[in-house]
């Protein structure tokens, strides 16, 4: 049992001399509070151990308190948080379940002579009205005597001066940091209380385990991935080639906790507040973006990351919260979308909120809140720059709970997303918003239904300038099938380590098929509501009798050149004179042209019932030195008929793939005894591959750390050793991460069962 001071006085978290306002003092208390978290972490780094006073009383003392936080968290689900392992840690518990503790006094507890509270606290001021202040009286009753939705306490035993208790934790409390306090007195209650505080922080989490919780899932294999599972994947790629990137959520890791809650209370959220998942997940998907809050990420998608982390660097989220807590609130630099995306699950995983990451393929982003992407053309055919734009790939989460503040059946998963995009509220963060809202293009109910019904059900809409008409604009074509091409997730219990047999498509979740009545009326009555109805009803006024196709081109390795291949059939009996631009260019993964790699005028003619092949080749001296992040390429096809004045327009995306980094063990992993990791790839360029780095972590085993590599020849087969040493016996996954000069973001994922 470990000894704790003891104080006469009311717990006071701003110090001897509180300011009276009420937001220096909530300053205060968030900034001891990082201390007091930051000093838990340091001790549980360094396995100190804290001296503790005591002093005498006249009442019954209390000698130390133990509040077993091993045992309870195996009850409550949470003995893998490494916060645990140390000689004097914190509990970690979920709400709505009991915990035992136990109470070592300096004489034995008389029941007719001695009166003891349990004084639970959170926040800078405890209200008992607000449920932040909480006292139970304890007695000798054996069992609980309130409902399950009240505090209660019970005996558990009494041997000597050891009483041990235990105490019943209500679903509907706010989760967060906690602090308990003992207080006792004389029955009669003639002298003052005496009063010990435990110094141990007191984590409540939400309890998905429980059924009274918001958040409770019932199949049990859900719970394991979506709460317990601290690793994972977050598909990238394209829609033809979707690429499984293995990252680390690492929400046991020590670091993390402390992290979370102080990100709680950055968000301002009221302390009542955080008993309700809706309004913490909200909160969760602002403050993991830097733009309104102090929060955990700066977004960078300009190629440029000299004074920070390249966002493919990362290998999981921990190091990004450690880093973060440990500059005190200091924004890291950088993230990108599946990045906030990945601290998101984690954050959410760490507060006992089952989440997943969600990857949408071909994501629109409607600025305007339309529910269409609007592309404007000058009469020529130039395209005009507008805020509406298609990204190649956007990630977000899914978080699960029941939605009481809507209409029975929209409970389940909630779509949050952390990327700043558009500000909801006035700030950068996007929902919960229902997938059942969501499917059924119901866009009035909350938050932020319309924006993410967009990117994955938008069409798209390509406008030409023209007087002649009321708006300004004509209508050339709409696209119904382009956008939301694939929604992925990782499948529940399986991990594909070598390939990506885990990819789950959900497309079915967020909206209807593609094509059918169902889905179209969707759409329709998603614009309906959005009141821009007469827009899209404007009509095409062009005949439409030459039939184009832009190929879609599935995967293209580094090195090697790539066709881009459009078909064209004149339906009519007529000849059709055809003008047409083929493009292709390098992109951002959120669809920003970087450069343009080749482009090719054509005009020709088609004779009536005639099919034609247009094509250009691009080689790999044409595109190598214009990738950019992810190495996107767009291609591009515009044509327009002279006859009918039929205008057309397509394009589609795909990423040049780079090899993977193959893994093998070598050796048995034991705990506390060094193993081999061997490492090779085969480089594809004839270009020596210069200022390279190795990021590894595997939970369990190490942290995240980079270190530099040799340079590796044209064309060479790269090997390299690196011993690494267990330090927890059981089953993990470990991430890597290749970059250099020339060709960055090799990665590569294995499996390993570490043995004692």
Known sequence: ?????????????YGRSAPSDSYVDYIIYRREMLDRLKREYERNRNRDNDSNDTAGSKVIEVDSVELYARQNAEVHHTKRYEILKVKTPSPVLRRGSPFFLAIRFRRQYDSNRDLIKLEFTFGPKPNLSKG??????????????????????????????????QVQVPPSISIGVWRLKILTQDFERTISPVSYLCEENIYFLFNPWCQDDP?????????KEYVLNDTGKIFVGSHSNPRGRRWIYGQFTDSVLPACMFLLELTNLDYTARSNPIKVVRAVSAIVNNNDDNGVLIGNWSGKYEDGTAPWMW??????????????????????????????????????IPCRTVTNYVSAHDSDETMTIDNFYEKNGEKIETSDSIWNFHVWNDCWMARPDLPSGYGGWQAIDATPQERSEGVYRAGPSSLVAIRRGEIGYMFDTPFIFSEVNADIINWQRDETSDLGWKKMAINKYHVGKLLATKSVGIDDTRGDKDLQNITDEYKRK????????????????????????????????????????????????????????????????????????????????????????????????????????????????KLVDYSMIKIYAVATVKETKQTWSEEDDFQVIKPSVDLEIEGTPKVNQQFGLKMSFTNPLDRK???CTVSIECPGVTMSYRFDVRDVKPKETFVYRERLKPQTEGSTKLALVFNSRQLNELTGSIELDVET
């Open 1 to 13: 049992m470990s000894k704790v001071r003891n104080t006469n006085s009311t717990f006071n978290a």
């Open 132 to 165: 932040t202040l909480v006292q139970l009286v304890f007695s000798n009753k054996k069992e609980f005597t309130k409902s399950s939705q009240h505090w209660d306490v019970r005996l558990h035993e009494q041997n000597g001066n050891n009483l041990s208790m």
């Open 215 to 223: 958040v409770y899932m019932e199949d049990e294999n859900f719970k």
């Open 315 to 352: 290998t999981g989220s921990a190091a990004i919260l450690e880093e973060y807590i440990k500059s005190k609130g200091r924004a890291v630099r950088y993230g990108q979308c599946w990045v906030f995306a990945g601290v998101t699950t984690t954050v959410c995983r760490a507060l006992g």
């Open 514 to 625: 593609e094509g059918t009545i169902e889905e179209r009326m969707t759409v329709r009555n998603a614009i309906r509501c959005g009141g821009l109805n007469f827009i899209y009803d404007i009509p095409s006024v062009e005949k439409e009798d030459v039939i184009l196709d832009l190929l879609d081109i599935e995967q293209v390795m580094i090195g090697e050149p790539f066709m881009v291949t459009v078909t064209l059939e004149n339906k009519s009996d007529e000849q059709r004179t055809v003008s047409a631009v083929l493009s292709a260019s390098s992109v951002y993964y959120t669809g920003i042209v970087a450069a343009k790699i080749k482009r090719e005028n054509v005009e020709f003619m088609l004779k009536p019932k005639q099919k034609e092949v247009l094509q250009i080749k691009v080689t790999s001296d044409e595109y190598y030195d």
């Open 689 to 691: 591959l210069t200022d």
